[in-house]
């Protein structure tokens, strides 16, 4: 299963908002709502940001929102801040009964 | 409060065996599906292996099926990963995760380093 595909880093000014897409095929991403995506600090562990390609578990900012068309899914950071500069990994269920996980996003705050 | 925590980790030869485990406390353990993921130094996240929640139900990555297992103690609130046939690309730290919905995690150990070296 090979990974999925985001962009190596994204990156944006204070209040602007940006986007981390995510693709995979019909066997993931295209076919399951098990989408999530990661806030993964340095040498912290992984933070869960959205579950179920939308949903925000409690606590997180509505700064973060997910979406996803067809194989592609994406998450928007809102009025960029200087702490969401992180790792950010997008995650799909398979059609394999395993997760595969998306190559990273490295957002940096300018 | 929900905590994770991981051991076991360490130094180990190739061709090696290492078992690493992580004790869960602040929720009822037996209730949740368990995975270990792992990060190679440098590089991305990996998942590994998944564990229902009465352990009747198991699946592994291809990179370690046959290599490595994945085991539950209820009664000791305790994930185990028994890795063997260790090689330089296990190098990693690895990391045992709470299902919060299917295949999404909701809380992380602070993970242990397994570094595979001659």
């Known amino acids: 299963q090979s990974a999925l595909t985001q962009p190596a880093s994204v990156s944006g000014s204070p209040g602007q908002s940006i986007t981390i897409s995510c693709t995979g095929t019909?066997?993931?991403?295209?076919?399951?709502?098990?989408v999530s995506w990661y806030q993964q600090h340095p040498g912290k562990a992984p933070k869960l940001m959205i579950h179920e390609v939308s949903n925000r578990p409690s606590g997180v900012s509505n700064r973060f929102s997910g979406s996803k068309s067809g194989n592609t899914a994406s998450l928007t950071l809102s009025g960029l801040q200087t702490e969401d500069e992180a790792d950010y990994y997008c995650s799909s269920y398979t059609s394999s009964s395993t997760l595969v996980f998306g190559t990273g996003t490295k957002v940096t705050v300018l | 409060q929900v905590q994770l925590v991981e051991s076991g980790g360490g130094l180990v030869k190739p061709g090696g065996s290492l078992r690493l485990s992580c004790a869960a406390s602040?929720?009822?353990?037996?209730?949740?599906?368990m995975s270990w993921i792992r990060q190679a130094p440098g590089k991305g996240l990996e998942w590994l292996s998944y564990i229902s929640s009465s352990d009747n139900t198991i699946y592994y990555a291809d990179s370690v099926k046959g290599r490595f297992t994945i085991s539950r103690d209820n009664a000791k609130n305790s994930l185990y990963l028994q890795m063997n046939s260790l090689r330089a690309e296990d190098t990693a730290v690895y990391y045992c995760?709470?299902?919060?919905?299917?295949?999404?995690?909701?809380?992380w150990g602070q993970g242990t380093l397994v570094t595979v070296s001659s």
């Open positions: 995760a709470r299902e919060f919905r299917r295949w999404q995690f909701d809380y």
């Open positions: 602040g929720f009822t353990f037996s209730d949740y599906y």
């Open positions: 019909s066997s993931d991403v295209g076919g399951y709502k098990y």
